[in-house]
């Protein structure tokens, strides 16, 4: 059995994409003969994703993210070294990549995950992907090409790396993508219809009985990247001026009150809701609805988009150069747009008014997801990832770990990640130490106790 060891954040109410799929990954493992199990840090309480873990049979140990980054490496450390696993993955915590440079020195494959291009992970790239070779990883995951072309485009030749897309589960969608019926899609998959069917019920599409075409957005409301105020403007906007059309926005973030703020001033009645954050399977709301909506600057590969399109969702995207054209081909798998003003409304007003589109886009969505994004396939392609490092290494040693942690000057995109205790500048140590060494000798000469 492979031991593998992951590093995850998580906090109360944490539903974020990485989590979510840490979820799904690490089950799915243990059908692969691999053992998985979690290091923590955690954000005011441990969270849903080691409660879940933990309820699985995982072996999940969490610590609080207080201190300063050299206290995280060193709680690492010490549990890396008390159970050594085979291959660590420091997935997207940043101390865990800084511990992976004494856990690799121990003969231990170490795995990196790019979930985005943002600041973060970029910092991961020239940090531990890019940077010193004591630093670097062993192998790195993209979640997208074109995050892999920016670690293959590289000078001098980065860390090896592959392409991953985080899997999602594929629900039965008897009212959207099977168009003959209940019955027949009862026959085909009765086994697995059956318990879906309960939690999901049957309901004909919008497009035969007159209810409304309903837009969704899923994820963090923050402005970085995704542009949750421009979206909230843009959805208003579609509703107002497409016939029978209504909108939901799921998530939380420092935005919150901006969307809120924009929903009261420009909605008026219209049909535009604000869920907030939802806690539980997101795929039952996302079944409910019928196109998915993401305006974001740029992504790596969503996994609401990805959770989206297996429920049978029309993507709608703006077009950008990451990883959402790898998903969406304009006018086959989805639709994209120019702009978040009249490209968008035009798309959302042929999905509602050009017959078939809907059906025919939400048909090519799901096979998209099914014939290389699932969960199933995501799992075997990590396994054989994991597996083959395990078999090129060389002799495990146990882990060193130094007295003093010694660090690399922290990257401004780690932020808050890498908290680290103010040393005052070089000038002002300097002269402290000589005049400390200073006092000393002159203590000596006079035969003086020296403190």
Known sequence: MLKVTFCAYDSPGDFSGPTVWLRRLLPALRNHDIEPRCLFLTWNGIGPTVVALRAQGFDCQATPCSGFTPDRVHWLLDHLRENSPDVFVPNHVVPGYYAARWVKSAGIETVGVLYSDDGLYRGIQEQFILGSRHNRISAVVCVSQHLQQQVLGSEPPATTSFCIPCGVPLPVVPGKIQRDGLEQLRSAHAVVDEAVNVAVPFRRRAFLDGTPLRLSYVGRLVEEAKQVSALARAFCRAVREVENTEAVIYGSGPAHSSVTRILAEERRGLPVRLIGRFQ??????????????????????????????????????LRTHSGIPELIEDGVTGLLVD??????????????????????????ARTKIENG????????QWAELLHSLHDNCGLKRPIYIPRRIKLPSPHPGFGGQDPRPHRPPFPVRFYRRARITAGRWRRRLLGQPIP
């Open 373 to 380: 994004y699932s969960i199933q396939t995501c799992a075997r």
């Open 339 to 364: 702009d978040r003003g009249d490209s968008f409304v035009n798309a959302i007003r042929r999905l509602r008014n050009e017959p078939g589109l809907w059906q025919r886009l939400s048909q090519a």
């Open 280 to 317: 539980g399977n997101i795929q039952e709301r996302l079944l409910e609805a019928d196109v998915i909506v993401l305006l974001s600057d740029y992504e790596g590969l969503p996994i609401a988009l990805l959770e989206a399109m297996a429920c049978g969702c029309v993507p709608v995207c």
